[in-house]
């Protein structure tokens, strides 16, 4: 897989693609382009012969979480919010697609790992993360609703109701070792050991049956939706742009 990317580092190693979010000096907040380049890459995974993606982030943090500052001048050049609200369904297909590859998907995480961030990580079969780590949920402080990407019920049915309910709404910091606690994480290690025990994970993996993989991934995927009757989340891009409108006016007032 080759391609200039501009906000990703993407490198092949025969079956493992490693992919690491490149914008350092905004710790690596998810824009527009990025999503646009993070779709390019999912959708190439079956062509490229891809059996496990690694998704990293360089720099000092995985993610800090969404691009704001690209929230008001989408706004202000479309105050109707169309441009905004294909922001938001644009990270819904990323997020689907990151969801229910047929790659077995490790997150590699370190530093800061906040809103969109934790939520790119937690879409991801399996986290590994540095004893570094700090992570958080901190729309409801930052006025807006959470809701980006669908990742609502894939943090409730990984971590559990009444957890994330206390994350959202404290939007309090917590650390790798109450990620663990939580199922965020898988297992916690030094920074420095972080890529040893991610490839205890990826050499297993890459041994195994394409179609025992991927069967056993649609079954886990099938089964933790099957108690949902309706797919609040499609309203996702809606609920956020209304969001991010008021609180554009209030601030104007």
């Known amino acids: 897989m080759v391609e200039?990317?501009?906000?990703?580092?993407?490198?092949?190693?025969?079956?493992?693609?490693?992919v690491q979010l490149s914008s350092p000096e905004?710790?690596?907040?998810?824009?527009?382009?990025?999503?646009?380049?993070?779709l390019s890459v999912l959708d190439a995974l079956d062509e490229?012969?891809?059996?496990?993606?690694?998704?990293?982030?360089?720099?000092?943090?995985?993610?800090?979480?969404?691009?704001?500052g690209e929230f008001a001048p989408l706004l202000a050049a479309d105050p109707g919010g169309a441009s905004l609200r294909a922001l938001g369904n644009k990270a819904r297909r990323v997020c689907d697609a990151l969801a229910t590859t047929d790659a077995?998907?490790?997150a590699r995480l370190h530093g800061g790992v906040v809103g969109a961030g934790l939520g790119l990580a937690v879409l991801c079969d399996l986290r590994a993360g540095a004893d570094n780590c700090r992570f958080r949920l901190p729309e409801l402080?930052?006025?807006?609703?959470?809701?980006?990407?669908?990742?609502?019920?894939?943090?409730?049915?990984?971590?559990g109701a009444a957890r994330i309910r206390e994350l959202i709404l404290t939007a309090n910091n917590f650390d790798a070792a109450k990620a663990v606690e939580l199922s965020i994480l898988h297992k916690?290690?030094?920074?420095?050991?972080?890529?040893?025990?991610?490839?205890?994970?990826?050499?297993?993996?890459?041994?195994?049956?394409?179609?025992?993989?991927?069967?056993?991934?649609?079954?886990?995927?099938?089964?933790?939706?099957?108690?949902r009757l309706a797919d609040a989340t499609l309203l996702d891009a809606e609920l956020l742009t209304a969001a991010v409108a008021a609180a554009e006016a209030a601030r104007a007032r």
Do not use: H
């Not at 990317?5 to 490693?18: H, N, P, S, T």
């Not at 402080?141 to 971590?159: F, M, S």
């Not at 205890?200 to 099938?222: D, E, F, G, I, Y």
């Open 48 to 68: 490229a012969g891809v059996r496990v993606l690694i998704l990293s982030g360089a720099g000092a943090d995985f993610c800090l979480g969404g691009d704001r």
């Open 26 to 38: 905004t710790g690596n907040a998810i824009s527009g382009l990025l999503l646009d380049e993070l």
């Open 104 to 106: 077995v998907t490790i």
């Open 141 to 159: 402080g930052l006025g807006v609703p959470p809701a980006w990407g669908g990742i609502l019920p894939r943090l409730i049915n990984e971590t």
């Open 188 to 227: 916690v290690v030094p920074e420095e050991e972080l890529d040893s025990a991610i490839t205890q994970w990826t050499r297993p993996l890459v041994r195994r049956s394409p179609a025992a993989l991927r069967t056993a991934k649609a079954m886990m995927n099938a089964y933790s939706g099957a108690n």
């Open 4 to 18: 200039d990317f501009k906000a990703l580092r993407v490198i092949q190693e025969g079956a493992v693609l490693k």
